[in-house]
């Protein structure tokens, strides 16, 4: 089994933690991961801001990067539900199919690929789960809650398994933060009351440690976590889970 | 001409904290009331496919639905009439209310039940500069036709409204005490105010949520019971409807009526679901069948299924954008999710912002009791607009440029490297100045590590 | 080229090609009176449930001895209500006691058509409204209703509870236009 991780480039770029945790968990559990030093990035900030043209240069790019392998991970729902939806505007060669189908979340490679149920660390704090849009409605990942009243997905499996973890149970369990890649800055007003909404919803309810899939959201939050000086500590899935603790 | 586009108007809304507060939290109930109601409907899921289903079928034959319908409409002594546009459908109102009352001395007087086709019309105006008196009779709608404003929400018009707002409305235009603003106290009076309106109409107009191409009837559906009471008690019924309005048979309802109010407001079906196919003797009936563009987005492949809705409101209630920015904010007669894959159809460069008013989130399309994939065709949109060169220029070569590093590892690495350094010297000021940097307004920048992930890795494992 | 024709032929040049339609199952449910009832009462309306149709009289009687104006073909009325009635009586009708003829379970809603209402205004305008409703006739849901109801006449309407608005601010008042109060009687 050949295994690619692909760290987004604003991981790559703010999040070094990020990337590393994600390596250090999967071969921790034992798979063997190549890190193919020319990748960049999937394309979905310009083509979510109407310019998925001007991206196909770097689709290519991309593909052309993972396509020998069999599995690529990524610690982002997003950009892997970019990949599976969107790269459906170039040609499709057999490479970019291929590609299409081996990219995967994180968490769903290690509960469905590896079918990894339990990952035995201990996290003895109060957790608040954001359930990031793409990973939840585009992979569908988790219940969605305009579909079932019952709360569950791939992350709070995972995460529920851990020691002496708590969950906090949200008023709104699967509302956007409002990051929404361009939407953050173009709908600047929006976005922020969205961000301040949910961290309202986690402080009212006892998180200490707020974690999701996908590091976009997660910048969003954290930046309003700081800007309000608010306590809570924002950590991306793969540190938890690798073991990491705030 | 320069509209205020989206974010301009959803920044203003913002503005006040408080109030951006309670309209969510009003709105999100309504969502929650809805949630209250699917969860137990076993099938629900299968209705809503069902529902997808029926409505796929009718456009992929709407043609000859229209015609079947039209044919079993005037058997039933109904008069059927066509509009090409807005223009059109206003002017035959017009000539209906002409031609069937003579009134002498006076106005002739319409009373109208909730139709948003004639919103998106703008029937109103039209006949009221032909003297013509229109009262709307929703008590929604007749709250912001008094105060002069267009409907903020398709199934709930003054949604945008707290009690002591309409308090105020009242007070001015049906004499209720200053200061009043119990809901039962001003619905009462409401109430009062309307039957007078609804004794004295002419005419009455309504919209119609189904049209029944098998039987030529169509239905209306309402919680107060205007639509029925306006009809009942006057010389002519006027209903007016979209192309898209047909299903194809008489139990088809079953799937729709089961899901428009659970989905709308919660409720297990609207109060008054009315079938009306022939008049009463000595009564007239008419229907205006309406395109307004609605055939060319039918012609658009991406977009045509926008065309099924069946106007819940669902997707406005459980918008996290919308329920921020208010209706007034997508400036179109339909907002939310929905009126921003409507309206780019319409007049893209004036709605060019809502198709971005969007976090792609795609609630919408998961609460949509017809399963339109409304975040999908938002992407779309924004690829048209962005083919259109409607986005803003400093957006657009910013974009270029992204593109441009992205595609090349080498520049990328030294790029990052750079605004990476340049985030570590700059002094948090500069950084974080909020007009050249609009993320920085309530937010804080991430740290910038001394390392990417790609330095740590050279060092460490290669 | 009339709208009519430049519509058609927009459609037809636009539309995709022909899609199957679907078969809508008759889906099970609970079609029990308690279900009903339960479903009524949350949606403001009441039931009651009599022995035979004979005992409505004794019914209205106990329930609405305060209301003074009455159209009926069931009970005793003292407004006679009919086709050419005008609006001005129609007004005055306190109460109007009307056969309803498919009761759904699911919700509360009771199928009346225009045959029934003695003026198709009398159901609205009337202040407050009772349907009487033969227990063998209430059905689960929605798709069982349709079933039922071969011929939707000339005008019928499904009615669910009093008439009510919540829009103001959301709260729910009773009474918006039509009737409001709305109680059926269960034979
Ligand atoms: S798009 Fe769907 S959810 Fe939105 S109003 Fe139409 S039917 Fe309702």
Redesign the pocket.
Known sequence: MKVALFIPCYVDQFYTNVGVSTLQLLEKLGVEVVFPMKQTCCGQPMANGGCEQDSKGVYEHFVETFSEFDYVVTPSGSCTYHIKKHYDIIEQTPAVQKVRKSIYELVDFIENVLKIEEIPNSFPHKVGLHLSCHGQRGLRQANASEITGVRDGQISKLLRKLNGIELTELERNDECCGFGGMFCVTEEAVSARMGQDRIADHLRNGTKVLTGGDVSCLMHLEGIVKRQNAPIKVMHIAEILNGNQP | MNHPDHPELAEAFNKDFERTTWHDETLWFVRQKRDKAVYPVPEFQDLRTLASEIKDHTLSNLDNYLIEFEENATKNGVKVHWAADATEHNQIVMEIIKNSCKVEGRNARLVKSKSMLTEECHLNGFLEKNNIDVVDTDLGERIVQFRNEPPSH?VLPAIHLKKEDVGETFHKHLGTTKGEKDPQILTEAARQHLRGKFVAADVALTGINFAIAETGSFVVCTNEGNADLGVNLAKVHIACMGIEKIIPKLHHLSVYTRLLAR??TGQPVTTYTSHFTKPVEGKEMHIVIVDNGRTQQLGREDFRS?L?????????NTCPVYRRSGGHSYDFTVP???GAILSPNIDLHKHKSLPFASTLCGS?SD????K?D?HVQLYKWRQIVGQANELPAAKKWAMKGMAKVLSMPKVYNLSGKLARGALRILPHGLTHNQSMNPWAKARELPDAPKQSFKEWYEENRK | MTSREKILASIASNKPTLVTLPNVPIFEGDGSIERFKTVLEGIGGTAVELTTKAECQEAIDKYYHDLVNVASDIVKANVAVNLDTTKEILEQVDLAVIQGEIGVAENGTVWVPESNMLNRALPFITQHLVLVLDKNNIVANMQQAYDKLEDIGNYGVFIAGPSKTADIEQSLVIGAHGARSMMVLIY
């Open positions: 398709i989905s709308a926008s099924k809705c069946i106007r819940c409101g669902a997707c406005m939310g999710p929905i919408c609460v949509c009791p017809v339109i409304i």
